[in-house]
Nanobody, 115 residues
Framework: QVQLVESGGGLVQAGGSLRLSCAASGSILSAAAMNWYRQAPGKQRDLVGRISTGGSTNYADSVKGRFTISRDNAKNTVYLQMNNLKPEDTAVYYC?????????WGQGTQVTVSS
């Protein structure tokens, strides 16, 4: 059973930065495409960005130039560096692993950006 655990969320002022981590159990990360999603209250869960097994990334337009996804396969961890945060970035952030035809989700971590 694959488990993903997000961490690093919290309360930050607008313009600040946070780095989220997603730690995967076992050694699955090198075989997985990893995604970050977010869900604000009353809204659907939206894709923030994705990193392929080869390290290529793509991002939602709303976060381009501010957010960066990276991966450290040796540590079985994926990161979401968030800079210049805005109040509209407030949401629960989730990571998702796509591996062996199966999707695995973490439990989420809350990010709150105050104005």
């Amino acid at each position: 059973q694959v488990q993903l655990v997000e961490s690093g969320g919290g309360l930050v002022q607008a313009g600040g930065s946070l780095r989220l981590s997603c730690a995967a159990s076992g050694s699955i990360l090198s075989a997985a495409a990893m995604n970050w999603y977010r869900q604000a209250p009353g809204k659907q869960r939206d894709l923030v960005g994705r990193i392929s097994t080869g390290g290529s990334t793509n991002y939602a337009d709303s976060v381009k130039g501010r957010f960066t996804i990276s991966r450290d396969n040796a540590k079985n961890t994926v990161y979401l560096q968030m800079n210049n945060l805005k109040p509209e970035d407030t949401a629960v952030y989730y990571c998702k692993a796509e591996v062996w035809g199966i999707n695995y989700w973490g439990q989420g971590t809350q990010v709150t950006v105050s104005s």
